[in-house]
């Protein structure tokens, strides 16, 4: 398919090597628990797709960046739904970086170490559930000498097996003793952390979204990002950039499973001319959209505009998608279904998106008001 081959040229420039390897895996093992496919990611440079070029990455820009997430999801749902964890991440830590004086020298040593490294990093925001904030603080921080001790657990978290750093959401007490948001930086091997079974599903098994636990782990205070007196929005921009990636990003990879199922039809002749374009234009007009709000942030939006844009195309992408893989899995027929369960499984890994937060029903007050002129509140 024309537009699916473009991104496939975008992510080749990026990762050369990267889709062609995936694709030589059968799709049910590319696709299952213990999937090769995350460390195929990593040996292929995927690590610094958004890392900025002063730190040795690609520097990729928002459209691009959505480009080569579809064609990831094309070749590999799985890959593309676990790696949105480390970009997302990466976006965050970086638009700090940005600025002088707003990360701590181990922070920034930390950040120069990524690609040289292939440092992948896990999300540890409250990222499971889908009517809650991806910001609310899953883990307790309890104040010790020279850091924090934390105790909690983040399930799923995507990257669990081949994570080198957790990224996590804490409360700790701010100059009044009120509770403040902050982000700890834990090395994946640090004493107390463990990973545990957690997904049931053969559906996106090859993300590795399992339970991560903490329990009394330390935390030196030069790991963890907070507000200061001089930098009060430390923490809000952070958030900022975090829920715009995230949301392009999830979303793209989606679009890219749905992709995929589109081509197929498109390659088999199946169906009608009508059908055939109805499978296409659900799939493009989703994929158009989250192109649009990823140049609109490439180009300059930002704050309540960008988000409000990245989530109005994210839930108008996650209906269109879904009717594009279900009339796709029905035109390819029921003998292809019988023999093989490659294409349901490519179509259910279309749904997911649904469960990603903000859930629609969540933000559709905030939403509404934001578009009649008041601030958008996700709280």
């Known amino acids: 398919m024309r537009s699916l081959d473009s991104a496939r040229a975008v992510c080749d420039r990026y990762h050369p090597g990267l889709l062609k390897a995936l694709e030589g895996i059968p799709f049910a093992e590319r696709e299952a628990l213990g ?13 610094g797709l958004l890392v900025p070029t002063e730190f040795g990455g690609h520097g990729a820009d928002p459209v691009d960046a959505v480009r080569v997430q579809r064609a990831l999801g094309a070749a590999s749902p799985s890959v593309a739904a676990g790696v949105t964890m480390h970009h997302f991440t990466v976006s965050m830590l970086y638009s700090l970086a940005e600025h002088s004086g707003r990360l701590a020298p181990e922070q920034l040593d930390l950040l120069h170490r990524v690609v040289p490294d292939q440092v992948l990093m896990a999300s540890g925001w409250a990222e499971g559930k889908t009517q809650q904030n991806i910001f609310t603080p899953s883990v307790v921080a309890e104040p010790v000498e020279g850091g924090y001790r934390l105790n909690g657990a983040k399930k799923p978290c995507s990257l669990a097996h081949s994570m080198e750093l957790l990224t996590a959401s804490i409360a700790v007490p701010g100059p009044d003793g009120t509770p403040e948001l902050a982000l700890a930086l834990v090395p994946a091997g640090s004493p107390g952390l463990t990973v545990h079974r957690f997904w049931g599903n053969d559906v996106l098994a090859g993300s590795e979204s ?21 930098d009060p929005h430390r923490l809000d921009d952070l958030q900022t950039a975090g829920v715009i990636w995230f949301e392009m990003l999830v979303s793209a990879g989606y679009a890219g499973a749905a992709a995929a199922l589109a081509e ?12 055939r374009a109805t499978v296409v ?6 994929f158009a959209l989250l192109e649009g709000a990823a140049r609109a942030v490439r180009d300059g939006v930002e704050g309540e505009e960008a988000v409000a844009q990245v989530l109005v195309a ?3 992408a996650q209906d269109a998608l879904a009717k594009s893989a279900e009339l796709s ?4 027929g029921g003998v292809d279904f019988i023999q093989s369960s490659e294409h349901s499984r490519l179509a259910a890994s279309v749904r997911p998106l649904i469960f990603h937060p903000p859930g629609r029903a969540a933000t559709s007050g905030p939403l509404a008001d934001y578009f009649n002129g008041a601030s958008l509140d996700l709280s």
């Open 281 to 286: 234009i659900n799939a493009e007009s989703a």
């Open 329 to 332: 899995l029905e035109l390819l």
């Open 35 to 47: 999937s090769p496919g995350i460390g195929l990611f990593r040996a292929h440079g995927g690590v």
């Open 314 to 316: 994210r839930y108008a």
């Open 264 to 275: 197929l039809v498109l390659e088999r002749g199946r169906g009608t001319a009508s059908d």
């Open 210 to 230: 399992e339970e991560i636990r903490l329990t009394d782990v330390f935390v030196p205070d030069g790991m963890v990002v907070r507000t200061t007196a001089d």
